[in-house]
C-alpha cells in the first residue's frame, strides 16, 4: 500500500501537481497529500476522474509537510540524489510507504527523516516520471486493471476509440 506526498506545490505547477496525483493514481498508489499553497482546482479535477473513471483514490492538501511525514510507515523519498532503485528495491516491496516527492527545493530534513532516499537514475528529471518509474517497479510491472464504481472504461484497441459507459 503506497501513499503519496508531494511537498512544496506552488501555484504555477497546478499541472505538475495534478499529474502527480493522476499517475499514483492510475499506478496504484491509494491517494495523495500536497503540501505548500493550496488549490481546490487540483482537488475537483482529480476527483472528478476518480468519480468517472473509478477507485477510492483520496486527494488532500495541508500547509505543513512536517505534520503529514507518517512516522507508522517506511518513508522513501525519491531524489536523484539517492540510492540506487535498483539496489534497494527488494527490500521495499510489499510493504506499506510513504512515496515523498519533490517540487522546487526539497529541505535537508527530508533527506534526514527519510528512511530511504531512492534515485530513479542519477540524472535529474521530473517528479512524474520519478514516481511512475518506481509505482511501477513496485508493483512487479503490473497497473490495476480493475477500478471499482467507474462510469468509463476503455477497452484497448489497435485503431478505435472503445469506450464502455455505465450510468
Ligand atoms: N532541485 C530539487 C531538489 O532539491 O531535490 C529537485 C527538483 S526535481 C524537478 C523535482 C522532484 O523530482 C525531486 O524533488 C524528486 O522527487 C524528483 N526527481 C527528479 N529527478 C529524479 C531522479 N533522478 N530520481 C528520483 N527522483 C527524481
Redesign the pocket.
Known amino acids: 500500500m503506497i501513499s503519496v506526498l508531494r511537498l512544496n506545490h506552488r501555484k504555477r505547477d497546478k499541472r505538475i501537481t495534478t499529474h502527480c496525483a493522476l499517475t499514483a493514481r492510475a499506478f496504484g498508489a491509494s491517494g495523495m497529500i500536497f503540501t505548500g499553497e493550496a488549490d481546490p482546482h487540483i482537488i475537483e479535477s482529480v476527483e472528478k476522474v476518480t468519480e468517472k473513471w473509478g477507485g477510492n483514490f483520496k486527494i488532500k492538501h495541508s500547509k505543513n509537510w512536517k505534520k503529514e511525514i507518517k512516522n507508522k510507515k517506511l518513508k522513501v523519498?525519491?531524489?536523484?540524489?539517492?540510492e540506487r532503485l535498483e539496489d534497494k528495491i527488494k527490500e521495499l516491496k510489499g510493504k506499506n510507504l510513504q512515496v515523498i516527492?519533490?517540487?522546487?527545493?526539497?529541505p535537508r530534513e527530508v533527506y534526514e527523516k527519510a528512511d530511504y532516499n531512492?534515485?530513479?537514475?542519477?540524472?535529474?528529471?521530473?517528479?512524474v516520471a520519478?514516481l511512475a518509474v518506481f509505482l511501477y517497479e513496485y508493483n512487479n510491472h503490473k497497473m490495476p486493471e480493475n477500478f471499482k464504481n467507474w462510469k468509463i472504461k476503455i477497452t484497448p484497441s489497435k485503431k478505435s476509440k472503445k469506450i464502455k459507459t455505465k450510468q
Open positions: 523519498h525519491l531524489t536523484f540524489y539517492g516527492i519533490g517540487g522546487e527545493k526539497v531512492i534515485s530513479i537514475g542519477s540524472q535529474p528529471h521530473s517528479e520519478a
